[in-house]
């Protein structure tokens, strides 16, 4: 049951559509589609997910794009960045189409945020790269990426990985980033991070590099730092925009809904392992410290 999840977003996901009415196991299956699943790459999950002809799909991710070029007539509700950018919504308040959901990047502003609030711990920082999914890169985070560190002055290491990613791949890639000579790392949106929130700190504190991450757990984990959505409320929005959906609604008449709630936490025990003395306003700005 993904109700019992340990995740707390799927946890979040489940029990706001309980509260709502949908119960899995009783009046609503859950089929769960992933790497685990199909290893063919993206457009073969899309493929195979289509073919189940499902009453509406969840993705988390850039991988609403695939649904929108497979042309599949589903309604889908996605957790994603900028979906006018990626064509996937005419606006935000009349998506159109299919396809609605919750937008945690309207632009480049959260990834400028990011490199800033980096450049604020580790102010030596002149070479930064940025590890992300190849799908999530080529779409539109490569573009915005590569605006906010010109504007900011600082080199861009891009370090691409196809999905779904296995702990060589990230090894391979954080080598790459140490021989191109980065000297601090951010690590992008996606929902393969999530599932490797234990591994990238890990594989990134032994090399000692400087890190901003996308996601609370990561720095849990012993991550120096992050700047995040909140993914329990978004969740619970994303239950919303399904409950409706079941009850007959047009998801192109559902207005995306945009995240404005970002939350900085920080590992002080990793500052310290790193050699970091971590800013007075920097820390006092944190809503979470470890």
């Known amino acids: 049951m993904h109700e019992k999840?340990?995740?707390?977003?799927?946890?979040?996901?489940?029990?706001e559509l309980r509260r709502l009415g949908h119960a899995e196991g009783q009046n609503l299956t859950?089929?769960?589609?992933?790497?685990?699943?199909?290893r063919s790459g993206p457009a073969a999950l899309a493929a195979e997910i289509i073919s189940s002809n499902p009453d509406v799909v969840y993705v988390v991710g850039p991988g609403a794009t695939i649904f929108k070029k497979a042309n599949a007539k589903f309604p889908v509700v996605t957790l994603t960045a900028d979906p006018i950018a990626q064509g996937l919504a005419q606006s935000l308040a009349r998506p159109g189409g299919n396809i609605t959901g919750v937008s945690v990047d309207?632009?480049?502003?959260?990834?400028?945020?990011?490199i800033s609030l980096l450049h604020e711990m580790y102010a030596a920082m002149s070479k930064l790269a940025f590890l992300t999914l190849r799908i999530a890169w080529d779409g539109i985070q490569g573009p915005a990426v590569r605006a906010v560190a010109e504007a900011a002055g600082i080199s861009l290491i891009p370090l691409r990985l196809d999905f779904p990613a296995s702990e060589a791949d990230y090894r391979s890639a954080i080598a790459q980033a140490l021989r191109e000579?980065?000297?601090?790392i951010m690590i992008g949106d996606t929902p393969d991070v999530m599932r490797n929130r234990l591994l990238i700190p890990e594989l990134i504190g032994a090399v000692k590099l400087p890190a901003i991450y996308p996601f609370f757990e990561l720095v849990e984990a012993g991550g120096l730092m992050a700047y995040a959505f909140d993914l329990v409320e978004l969740n619970k929005r994303v239950a919303n925009d399904i409950?409706?959906?079941?009850?007959?609604a047009n998801p192109g008449e559902i207005p995306f809904y945009q995240a404005t709630k970002f939350e900085l936490s920080i590992n002080l025990k990793t500052a310290r392992v790193l050699g970091l003395n971590v800013p007075a306003t920097l820390l006092a700005s944190a809503d979470k410290v470890i």
């Open 5 to 15: 999840s340990d995740n707390r977003y799927y946890r979040a996901l489940f029990e």
């Open 30 to 38: 859950v089929e769960k589609y992933g790497s685990e699943q199909n």
């Open 106 to 114: 309207t632009g480049p502003s959260i990834h400028g945020k990011r």
């Open 181 to 184: 000579g980065a000297d601090a």
């Open 243 to 248: 409950d409706a959906i079941l009850r007959g």
